[in-house]
């Protein structure tokens, strides 16, 4: 059963976070509904939950976290290296002023025997003591830096970059013991070679290290539609977001993404437009917002509004951005769709000069993802005499 994790105003009166194990998101909301919770938002789903917990099995260093601790991780909030360095330093102040005394007594009193050698030991023990930490945190960190340069080769089709991240990564936790889960790096080796053009071979990899992680079937044709798609072959990957569909206990995201699909491949916004109208009646987290924005945007492009898809799609860019830094790299894949999107809308409101900025940001992403149309409808429009 997963756990879902939640904010809102606990009995009490105060913002809180909890976590809540449930079979689906609707049913962690009356749980916790009827302890008293009010104003609740959903922040972790299903797919979540299951990448949490097998990063759990691959990483011996697994801090006890408290569902506010949790959420400040899952939002980008949590202190970084600096913050915690500053907060580790606060809390042995007394030590570090002692040491720091004890380093002035000696360089003062210059009387007692061997001087410099004292000296030269209390600066020792000081700085270490001082820089200990950011050296500890920096050497057990460097997986994170791999992953994120992992994601953002991923991001641009670098696909012999991302092979090469994910060596490095096995590397990395042979140092530290810290390291990616199984599952999400045969995901992620799966993607890299379909765009190499080893389709069969990341199908079978893959699928294979889903069942071994015990995937629910749902997530691991999510994850098989995603593969066929950088191959280019979204036929087989509408079957599968389809498949994932139908056996999906929490339908939220994958009919957000089954519709973004649908309207986004084949050109088909009343289907969609359905599936939308679904999705808004379900529990959904928060960071799909965004998502549901950009759906309805790229549905009013299709349908030739291009008023309400720049005001949708201007939202859904504004929400993406509204991250914290530590996080935008999850992101840039979809903040650069929107501004693809944006090229075409305000080219067709007559905003010409606001639409070649956003293309020339897009057009290389836009052209490795396959979106010939939109950059097809962008010159088009361009082109047109005012």
Known sequence: MPNFLWSGKAPSGREEAEEVAAETPAEARKILEARGWTELRQHTTEIADFIHQRQRLASRCNPKLTPKERLQYHEGTAPGLWGNWVKVIGNSAVTYLLLAGVLGWTIYNRQMPYDRFWIAISAMVLAYGVFLYPVLCWWFRQTKRLFVKLHTARTWYRWEEVLQCLKQLAKAKSKTNIGINDYSLARYRALALAGLGRLD??????????????????????????????????????????????????????????????????????????????????????????????????????????????????????????????????????????????????????????????????????????????????????????
Request: aromatic share 10%; glycine share 2%; hydrophobic share 40%.
């Open 201 to 386: 071979e990341a199908v079978t990899s893959f699928t294979a290290a889903a069942e071994k992680a015990n995937t629910p079937p749902w997530l691991c044709h999510t994850a098989l539609a995603n593969i066929y798609t950088v191959a280019r072959q979204y036929d087989k990957a509408l079957e599968c977001y389809r498949t994932a569909f139908e056996a999906a206990t929490d339908k939220s995201i994958i009919c957000i993404d089954l519709a973004m699909y649908l309207v986004n491949r084949f050109n088909r916004p009343q289907e969609a437009r359905q599936l939308l109208s679904q999705v808004e009646k379900m529990q959904f987290p928060e960071n799909a917002i965004p998502h549901l924005a950009l759906l309805r945007g790229v549905i009013a492009y299709r349908e030739k509004n291009f008023s309400e898809m720049d005001k949708q799609i201007l939202e859904a860019l504004a929400d993406f951005e509204k991250h914290p830094r530590a996080k935008l790299y999850l992101y840039e894949g979809s903040i650069l769709n929107c501004k693809g999107y944006l090229a075409v809308s305000s080219a067709a409101l007559g905003r010409k000069s606001e639409a070649r900025k956003y293309f020339a940001r897009t057009e290389k992403y836009l052209g490795l993802k396959n979106h010939n149309d939109l950059i097809s409808e962008y010159k088009d429009w361009i082109n047109r005499s005012v």
